[in-house]
């Protein structure tokens, strides 16, 4: 009991101040006061949307727009499966309407055959049937999308989404957004600190799907103004921030090159003109289509496409060798470093409306902190009183640990760059509790051992001993339930289990650690015969 060395003591004494005087900056940003210089780079608790204010936005999914996407992506992969065949399976007019893909073949004699190429669409990727096969007057193969397999795509598309979103959101350098699903088709996006909603909606309006496809140089001017292309071809709008604006290119549907591809971009600008750019790289199978692309086609014209709009057309002048291009459109640094962000991030498997926006002002959160602060402040002092006159001298061992019990939960907050929410607030609160109680435990453990006549050292000791297991068990199964919280809540829920799980740390160091070695310097140096507890 009496046993703490020199070198034990020193380094409790350094690990309580330590992590005592890193709760100073945070203190003095929630009490506005002006700290010197030297400080200002010192880590500080972030505050949550609910204390610091922030930007609200609520998105939602077409589950629509996933079946045609599921449709277009079908369709294509048919196309090549009945071109990859050996021998060759001839199909004649496609048709998407109403949702079903269906096609004709050349030959009935080919049916077997084309059923066979499917089966791994009709099957899919999961324990379900995603298409539904059926022939139709001997020669016509028809692909319905079945109800699970539609569920599945949306779930998977949404599932992508909320991680596309949430790549997006820390590349801003923002901290513990809150980004949650929220029914079937709704991503719920919270950012602390950020008050301008327009920023975040131009971050995630946009899908980000990036398409290189070349120029179809046999089509009409007249045709593309009529919203006629050739076969094989489609007319695609120029974007409205480009030079083109409200006019229209025919570009080949197939044989481009998709984003996908994309292993980096960055914001840069254009060494001959220097104006905003994006420099994208590609992944090496990316990268060598991107060079049999411009290599094959030298002279002519390519399309940028991004979400469904030209940016630019420029001319492949030379092969584009090395996996690295730039994407030029008129940009300002700003829209070029969001598209950046954006095509670092991937692209949104389907788009997503923003259908509420909302900005959360800091007064709330403020009148919250403050009020937070007088309850916990009149809390302790009612605490701290009652300790004292009930257990005199160990009451004050125990509003000692108490005040380094709170000043380290700020500490270590700061240190971890954790942030807190109003529910933080409480669990503050909750972990002060926890820690008096400790003490409790342990001082009338040693007035029973008193009582029955032991020794004040033996007494104190084995009131420390029995009174830590009980500590011990009982604030494991609290740090289970913490834990828990953590992984399986979100946002302000994480942020309760965050403080919660530090402070039980803190508390069980405190209020048995620093109380023990206190009241055993005491002991050691006084050797008293009686104790007042």
Request: no cysteine; net charge negative.
């Amino acid at each position: 009991m009496l046993d703490f060395p020199l070198w034990k003591r020193l380094t409790l004494w350094i690990s309580t101040i330590v992590l005592s005087l890193l709760a100073i900056p945070s203190i003095a940003a929630l009490t506005n006061t002006p700290l010197p210089d030297f400080l200002d780079n010192a880590p500080q608790i972030n505050l949550g949307l609910d204390l610091a204010g922030g930007s609200h936005i609520l998105l939602e999914a077409d589950p629509a727009q996933v079946a045609e996407q599921r449709l277009e992506s079908t369709e294509e992969t048919m196309r090549q499966l009945m071109a990859d065949a050996d021998p060759r399976i001839e199909i004649g007019d496609v048709s998407t309407a109403d949702g079903r893909l269906s096609f004709m073949l050349d030959s009935p004699a080919d049916i077997d055959r084309a059923r066979d190429e499917l089966s791994n669409v009709i099957a899919g990727t999961g324990v379900v049937a995603e298409w539904q096969l059926e022939v139709l007057d001997g020669n016509r193969m028809v692909l319905t999308p079945t109800e699970q397999g539609l569920d599945t795509a949306v779930e998977g598309a949404m599932e992508s989404a909320v991680e596309v979103v949430r790549r997006r959101i820390d590349a801003l350098g923002t901290r513990e957004p809150t980004i949650i699903r929220q029914g079937d088709n709704r991503i719920v996006v919270q950012v602390p600190g950020l008050e301008d909603p327009q920023a975040l909606k131009d971050l995630l309006g946009q899908t980000a799907n990036l398409e290189f496809k070349l120029v179809d140089a046999q089509a009409l001017p007249t045709d593309i103004a009529q919203g006629v292309a050739n076969p094989g071809s489609e007319i695609v709008p120029y974007a409205a921030e480009s030079d083109f604006a409200g006019q229209f290119e025919a570009v080949r549907r197939l044989g481009g090159i998709r984003g996908d591809t994309l292993t980096g971009a960055q914001q840069s600008f254009d060494q001959q003109t220097n104006e905003p750019v994006v420099s994208i790289q590609f992944d090496p199978q990316g990268g060598a289509r991107f060079a049999q692309l411009s290599t094959e086609n030298v002279g002519q014209r390519f399309a940028i496409i991004l979400d469904d709009e030209v940016i630019s057309a420029p001319v492949f002048n030379e092969p584009i060798l090395g996996g690295s291009a730039q994407i030029s459109g008129g940009f300002t640094v700003e829209t070029a470093n969001n598209l950046a962000i954006q095509l670092r991030s991937g692209a949104l498997p389907v788009d997503l409306a923003v259908i509420e926006e909302r900005t959360v002002g800091p007064d709330l959160g403020a009148d919250s902190i403050v009020k937070g602060g007088i309850a916990m402040g009149v809390g302790s002092l009612l605490v701290i009183l009652l300790m004292v006159a009930t257990y005199g001298r160990f009451g004050v061992y125990a509003t000692a640990a108490l005040i380094f019990n709170v000043l380290m939960i700020l500490g270590i907050m700061a240190f971890m760059n954790t942030t807190l929410t109003l529910p933080g607030i409480a669990g503050f609160v909750l972990t002060i509790g926890a820690a008096v109680d400790a003490n409790v435990l342990i001082y009338e453990r040693i007035r029973e051992e008193r009582k029955r006549g032991r020794r004040v050292v033996a007494a104190v000791e084995t009131g420390y001993k029995e009174a830590s297991r009980a500590i011990y068990d009982a604030n494991m199964t609290n740090f289970i339930a913490g834990v828990l919280l953590f992984l399986f809540g979100s946002g302000p829920i994480r942020g309760f289990a965050v403080v919660l799980i530090i402070g039980l740390f803190t508390s069980v160091f405190t209020a048995v650690t620093l109380t023990r070695m206190w009241v055993a310097m005491w002991l050691k140096a006084k050797r008293p015969s009686e104790i007042h507890i």
